[in-house]
């Protein structure tokens, strides 16, 4: 518990994952990918219950056995490439507070495609939402200016043009507003944030920026950077 906030962490793990098959178990530096995840949540005595949402026996026996409970499995209809992430918590939250009989106030969503994710970093986005009166937090990165919106560029059929208009009058980057990308370190929700407002954002929404970098894996090179930032001593 957080200030008598009963605390549910999810971690959300399907089996159809098509750029890396597998990916939630994909090996990185000699261990499965959601043991990291796993590895942070026992650092976390705030956190009441643990579990993990997954469509796949074999997912939930790993997870098992790096410490993370497996009592449901994820219905079909909730484990296709287009489910939203609310849909997936607030099945979870339900089947959760049915099976142990009780309220959860607080979810914290852990995916497992960010391993280098601390339990500092959790801590300050429960802290953050509960501290600050927050529906909800999102662990953010700081976007590149290479990647701003502004300076993105579309083709429409073999003429280049600005992805937004107001690109052309950009030419220095100090003209840019900083922006920010999700990282999937951690999004912290309450209870009535994902069942009343039926979303994972709510109407007061911060964000907790998080300037080291992460890797958020989705590709075979966000495994090869993974492993650089692990190799390089710039992550745990």
């Keep these: 518990m957080y ?5 549910l962490a999810v971690v959300p793990a399907r089996g159809g994952s ?9 090996m990185l ?8 995840t796993a590895e942070v949540v026992r650092q976390l005595p705030e956190v009441d219950r643990a579990v993990v949402s997954t469509d796949h026996d074999d997912i939930a026996r790993v997870a098992e056995r ?13 484990s296709g490439d287009r489910v939203a992430d609310w849909d997936v918590l607030e099945h979870a939250l339900r089947t959760m507070e049915e099976k ?3 309220v959860y106030d607080v979810l914290l969503m852990l995916q497992p495609t960010c391993p280098l994710r601390t339990s500092e970093h959790v801590r300050q986005a429960l802290r953050m939402l509960v501290d600050g009166g927050h529906d909800a937090v999102w662990t953010l990165s700081p976007t590149d200016s290479k990647a701003h919106p502004l300076k993105q560029l579309v083709l429409d059929g073999e003429l280049l043009d600005y992805y937004d208009p107001q690109g052309a009058a950009i030419i220095a980057r100090q003209q840019l507003r900083p922006v920010y990308h999700r990282n999937g370190a951690a999004y912290a929700i309450t209870r009535q944030c994902l069942l009343e407002q039926k ?4 109407g007061r929404c911060s964000g ?3 300037e080291e970098p992460l890797a958020n894996i989705d590709t075979v090179q966000d495994i090869l950077f993974a492993e650089f930032l692990l190799n390089s001593g710039g992550a745990r």
């Design 208 to 210: 907790l920026v998080i």
């Design 199 to 202: 979303t994972i954002k709510g």
């Design 3 to 7: 200030r008598e906030k009963r605390i």
């Design 66 to 78: 790096y410490g993370l409970d497996a009592p449901f499995r994820r219905p079909d209809d909730l």
């Design 100 to 102: 142990d009989s009780c």
């Design 18 to 26: 098509k750029g890396i098959p597998l990916k939630n178990i994909h």
């Design 29 to 36: 530096a000699g261990r499965p990918l959601i043991a990291f």
